[in-house]
């Protein structure tokens, strides 16, 4: 599977759109406007820099891409009223793999430059929008050429599948029953592509500028541990209902593997200290459940509704994977039994996505 090629949410605005399904990480968003505000606010005040440049990278399509953005030029209006300055121009690029709706995120545009003209009291400034298709695994901006770098969910996602895994039978991600060398392979994948990723943004952050990430990870030293596994484990069992039916073959499922890996805040920590560009100024876990409200406990009444929600959001992240190796026959039957089975876990057990956030400084 070329991952480049394959990978990305679903697009538009329908009932399985990224768009409308993308709550649990707005969720996770929100809980780090914190750390962005600190970021962007100590930016501005140390460069005052007339034109600000920021890109957020695996922005998907929906209201989440453009609420950061919203969000940073709130942040800035606001230093600039209190500060008794001109707004900056603000320069957005939005990057995404070749797969993502662009299209649906230039549409809103408009709409969006307006509802901020109105929110933001008596505001003129100059904002221009840039689609950047490619994978942030390389270079896709001019050296020194960005101010602030934002990425939110995405860099869980590996470059590809790593190699090597051929003989994680019976899963379809990182479980307790993978042989160590499926560990192994996943890490090395990982560290290979963040490495990666950081030697690129160290290129293209001018001295002095920021970048907040945040990715799903886990607290576990384990990398087989259920807080990040579990998830998926469950899509797998789906799916072996459909080998068991004979409406799928095994050598299906044994060769479908998901590109992603959920590090541990020290395997982050590990790679930046590495690459050796970004000075760490803060690191956050925080966990949010997989309802995506605040609320841990749902009533049982309740449950059909959010597992229902659960499902379509993993739907709209991972369809596009599953048609690309299974086809796309299969997809509403192993949805529905997905959604079977995580109604019976969430019954039974509490369950959340755990997050590692990370805001640095680029020193050299
Ligand atoms: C779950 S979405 C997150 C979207 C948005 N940031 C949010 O928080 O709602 C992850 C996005 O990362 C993108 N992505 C994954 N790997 C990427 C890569 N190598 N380069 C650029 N984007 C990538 C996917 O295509 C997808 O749109």
Redesign the pocket.
């Known amino acids: 599977m070329e991952?480049?090629q394959v990978?990305?949410?679903n697009g538009g605005t329908g009932e399985t759109s990224?768009a409308n399904n993308?709550l649990l990480?707005?969720k996770?968003?929100a809980l780090t406007e914190g750390m962005r505000e600190e970021a962007i606010s100590s930016l501005y005040r140390s460069m005052v820099p007339r034109h600000l440049a920021i890109a957020?990278?695996?922005?998907?399509?929906?209201p989440?891409?453009l609420f950061?953005i919203s969000e940073v030029i709130k942040s800035v209006e606001k230093l600039c009223v209190e500060l008794n300055h001109k707004s900056p121009e603000y320069q957005f690029f939005m990057?995404?793999?070749p797969?993502?709706d662009f299209n649906s995120i230039f549409k809103s545009l408009d709409s969006f430059k307006q509802k901020l003209s109105n929110e933001i009291h008596a505001w003129t400034g100059s904002c221009f929008f840039n689609g950047v298709p490619?994978?942030?695994?390389g270079r896709i901006f001019p050296s020194k050429s960005l101010h602030f770098v934002h990425?939110?969910?995405?860099?869980q996602?590996?470059?590809k599948v790593p190699g090597g895994v051929e003989s994680n039978k019976g899963n379809i991600y990182m479980a307790s029953s993978s042989p160590i060398n499926v560990l192994r392979a996943y890490y090395e994948q990982f560290q290979r592509?963040f490495s990666l990723f950081l030697k690129c943004r160290a290129e293209e952050i001018v001295k002095g500028g920021r970048m907040v990430l945040?990715i799903l990870g886990r607290r576990s030293d384990d990398p087989s541990s259920r807080e990040c596994c579990y998830i998926w484990e469950l899509l797998a069992m789906a799916l072996n209902d459909m080998f068991c039916k004979g409406i799928i073959k095994e050598e299906q499922i044994d060769s479908f593997n998901i590109p992603q890996y959920t590090p541990s805040p020290s395997e982050v920590e590990m790679e930046v200290k590495k690459e050796g560009s970004f000075s760490i100024t803060a690191l956050e876990v925080f966990e949010v459940p997989w309802n995506g409200c605040d609320n841990w406990n749902v009533f049982d009444s309740e449950l059909p509704n959010v597992s229902y929600d659960v499902t379509k959001c993993m739907r709209a992240?991972a369809e596009p994977l599953l048609v690309s190796h299974f086809g796309k026959a299969i997809i509403e039957d192993v949805f529905g039994r997905y959604q079977e089975i995580l109604i019976e876990r969430m019954a039974k057990e509490k369950t959340g996505f755990v997050n590692i956030s990370i805001s640095m400084i680029k020193t050299t």
């Open positions: 991952v480049t990978l990305h949410m990224y993308s990480q707005q996770a968003i957020d990278l695996g922005c998907s399509c929906g989440n891409t950061v990057n995404d793999l797969g993502n490619g994978s942030f695994y990425s939110s969910y995405s860099l996602w590996l470059s592509d945040t992240v």
